[in-house]
């Protein structure tokens, strides 16, 4: 009798650890009974310095900025390219463009009468997430190929939402000049672009409404959340915004002191809160690792329209740290130790470190560029990251070695003029100058030597590969 009573004891005592427990971590029991889910937002042309977390004194971006006190702010975290197309493939598939044929020297993205695309040989995150039973949505803006064999229910999404390529292709009209383009670009109407709107293969809407464009994708990623709130999911929600030209809805018309431009920061901003509280409200955000990230840097050509890399030099389309450095944030509530992360990473990184955390293995049969950032996320290592190359099409443009950087060739980030050789290589400090604004090649010739021997190393790795951003064709119709 006294050891039944001792056991009930017991079991009442384990059942009250079990519900402490439960309440210290609400999310706990959700992690061990599945894989954690994914979502990736990712931007378009978002300048380094177009965040408040990231030091932008006028555009106001709160949700964000919780998402930075609570999670993670990587300060050197870049893209693997400084265009659309090659810097989405790479985030895929973890892989450099030079090595999937997503590069060119003279097609640097794909357009509407092109007819290549992200090679079915690749292996992106959607699929190898897929083998282990996950629900996977691309929503947005691909840029991967407009065909069906390139679309992304082709590259391991169950579904897609979203415009096949930039929102300033398809315009309805040429331009006489330079000046003319520029003005049309920053007085846009929608009917001044003929892209499309799709569902998986449908065009549900052509000319787009890119005035309601953002808060529709976010509507669809809530959609998606809410519908496989039970079971593992991956969300590659990839806006269209502040892709020049710029549109917002009219809530957000005329709200930001920085102008259009900041108002369509800030309804993203909006939109990012609108998803984070979903996942709070469905008791997801324990077990959901949100990053949020931008493609490249900004359009510079557009000015005040351009977005801004703050502090740091250059802008879309450059191999300068502002055409490849992007804010970047990391968020896992109870998981993620909070924090400013001085480190190394790259969207490269996210397909190794997702297939850790889901418990998939990486693909074995080819070269990964990226390395997994799971230590580092968990406060528990250091970024394995010690290198970044900066290709510009075809060529090493150059290399970041922990705090130095060289640059072997430089060239503005449009324009006609020809590419500079450095036979001495530019070099900087970016612990020291993140700017690129002090040369000190002449005080280190021993960091240019180790350079060139680890840039050399890697040329010599990269095996030559179909180009498929030359391949092209009649533009496509459509009503």
Known sequence: MQNTKSMKTLAKLLLFCLVCALAANPGGAQSRQRPQNFVVIFCDDLGYGDLGSFGNPTIRTPHLDRMAAEGQ??????????????????????????????????????FPNSTGGLPASEITIAELL????????????????????????????????????????????KFSSRAEYHAFMKNPKREYWNVPLQRNEEILERPADQTTITKRYTDEAIKFISANKS??????????????????????????????????????????????????????????????TSDNGPWALFDEQGGSAGLLRGAKGGTYEGGMREP??????????????TDLGATLDLL??????????????????????????HGKGR????????????????????????????????GGEPEVTHATPELYNLDIDPSEKWNVAAKHPEVIAEIRRLAEAHRKAIP???????????????K
Not at 75 to 89: H, I, L, N, Q, W
Not at 280 to 285: A, F, I
Request: charged share 20%; glycine share 6%.
């Open 231 to 292: 079971k593992p999911f991956f969300l590659y929600l990839a806006h269209s915004m502040p892709h020049m030209p710029l549109f917002r809805s009219k809530d957000f018309e005329n709200k930001s002191a920085r102008g259009l431009y900041g108002d369509v920061i800030e309804e993203l901003d909006a939109n990012v809160g609108r998803l984070l509280d979903t996942l709070r409200q469905l008791k997801l955000d324990r077990n959901t690792l949100v990053v949020f």
């Open 383 to 414: 970024s394995p990251r010690q290198m970044m190359p900066y290709w510009r099409g075809s060529k090493l443009y150059a290399l970041r070695h922990g705090s130095f950087k060289a640059h072997f060739i430089t060239k503005s980030e449009y």
């Open 328 to 341: 970047t944030i990391f968020w896992q509530p109870g998981t993620i130790k909070p924090g400013v992360v």
């Open 464 to 478: 030559p590969v179909e180009n498929q951003l030359d391949k092209r064709i009649a533009a496509p119709t459509g």
């Open 73 to 110: 702010r990587w300060t050197s975290f870049y893209a693997a390219d400084s265009v659309c197309t090659p810097s989405r493939s790479a985030l895929l598939t973890g892989r450099l463009p030079i090595r999937t044929g997503m590069f060119s020297d003279t097609n640097r993205v794909l």
């Open 130 to 173: 897929k083998t282990r039973s996950y629900a996977t949505a691309a929503i947005g803006k691909w840029h991967l190929g407009w065909q069906p064999e390139y679309l992304p229910m082709k590259q391991g999404f169950d579904s897609y939402f979203g415009i096949p390529y930039s929102n300033d292709m398809d315009a309805v009209v």
């Open 352 to 377: 190794p470190t997702f297939c850790n955390l889901a418990g998939v293995p990486a693909p074995a049969d080819r070269v990964l560029d990226g390395y997994d950032l799971t230590a580092v996320l």
